[in-house]
């Protein structure tokens, strides 16, 4: 019961993060002013995923337990890998992989849904995912993104998918490639 009601209380705050008063770019304002980690906001359209991206670097697994508002949460918020570059300015280059960690959630949130891609017709439903990069001056890009594969790996065996944050060697992005190939489950 525990487990449940403090999921629930997450989803909720989740939720009031984002006014639908507001436009999208007055919300990322006002929440970047609220907290600087904010790095972009995630959403996979039809699914529970719809929650903001948070990164902290120099303390890598911050939002593993920890809520929009700095409190403990026990799932946390999605933030992006310490070893990745989410450049702080539209301009300037950013890694060429943006690996995103967050919970499996028991009862279906954060990102318990992802794996549903296993089934053919859940991923013919769900091939997309917007991600909008919210940079330090609260401006935004949005991005969709096509799934063209999905994998389970357990970390420390098997296919090490952290370990490619700078993929910009072809040798290096030819040999990721072909693991994401070689474990793809669509």
Not at 46 to 55: A, E, S
Not at 91 to 120: C, P, R, W
Request: hydrophobic share 30%; with cysteine.
């Amino acid at each position: 019961a525990d487990y449940c009601y403090h999921s629930n209380e997450n989803q909720n705050n989740i939720r009031k993060l984002i006014s639908d008063e507001d436009s999208k770019g007055e919300n990322y304002r006002r929440l970047k002013e609220q907290n600087p980690d904010l790095v972009g906001w995630i959403r996979i359209p039809g699914t529970p995923v719809d929650y903001p991206i948070m990164w902290t670097p120099d303390e890598p697994e911050k939002y593993l337990r920890t809520d929009f508002g700095g409190n403990y949460s026990l799932s946390g918020l999605p933030f992006v890998s310490a070893d990745c570059n989410v450049s702080p300015m539209p301009d300037e280059k950013a890694y060429s992989n943006t690996l995103i960690y967050g919970h499996h959630m028991q009862d279906g949130s954060m990102f318990a849904v992802l794996t549903e891609y296993e089934k053919q017709d859940f991923y013919e439903k769900h091939k997309t995912i917007e991600f909008d990069r919210i940079y330090d001056d609260a401006s935004y890009e949005e991005y969709e993104y096509e799934v063209i594969s999905a994998f389970k790996t357990e970390i420390g065996k098997g296919f090490e998918y952290y370990r490619y944050a700078d993929v910009e060697d072809v040798d290096r992005f030819s040999e990721y490639l072909e693991n994401v190939e070689t474990l793809n489950l669509l």
